[in-house]
């Protein structure tokens, strides 16, 4: 893996992204409803994110494309608060510090665009992300914020950024 690379999403990223989230969903055993699976935007990423104040970054090797990670405003909530959103990474990925180098991207970014909290959500059985974010300095809270539409999410987590 001597060729990867970080970058923002392409359009033709999109069906590559979208299959990484679903089999990584189904290989940890996740509920298909309620989570990222049943996004009806999961194809779509590309468009997705290309919004002011949202970017979605690729973890890409000889064109394969790895993992992603990106950060848009949290829906229905201040703007002043943005998601780390759809962190997701194929096996041979995982454990070479990708997860951190992408998310203080995001949160560099995050910054940029002048949000002042970033929350995530995951599931309780993900302890290696649940760790990550913890490191990163995430704090649990007791409740969701906003509107993700992951129900089946009950771990929610935010970090001040200013």
Request: with cysteine; net charge negative; aromatic share 12%.
């Amino acid at each position: 893996m001597e060729s990867i690379r970080i970058r923002e999403i392409q359009k033709q990223d999109n069906a590559q992204m979208a299959a990484i989230v679903r089999d990584v969903l189904t290989d940890f055993g996740a509920p298909k409803v309620g989570t990222a699976y049943a996004d009806p935007y999961l194809d779509t990423l590309f468009e997705v994110y290309d919004i002011p104040r949202a970017i979605y970054f690729v973890v890409e090797n000889n064109d394969q494309i790895l993992g992603g990670a990106g950060i848009m405003q949290l829906e229905n909530a201040e703007d002043s608060i943005c998601e780390l959103q759809k962190m997701y990474f194929l096996p041979e990925l995982r454990g070479l510090g990708f997860g951190t180098k992408l998310m203080n991207l995001c949160l560099e970014k995050a910054v940029e665009y002048g949000f002042e909290n970033c929350y995530i959500e995951t599931m309780t059985y993900m302890d290696a992300a649940q760790k990550l974010y913890r490191k990163s300095g995430f704090e649990y809270l007791e409740q969701q914020i906003g509107d993700t539409g992951h129900n089946s999410c009950e771990v929610w987590m935010l970090k001040k950024l200013k």
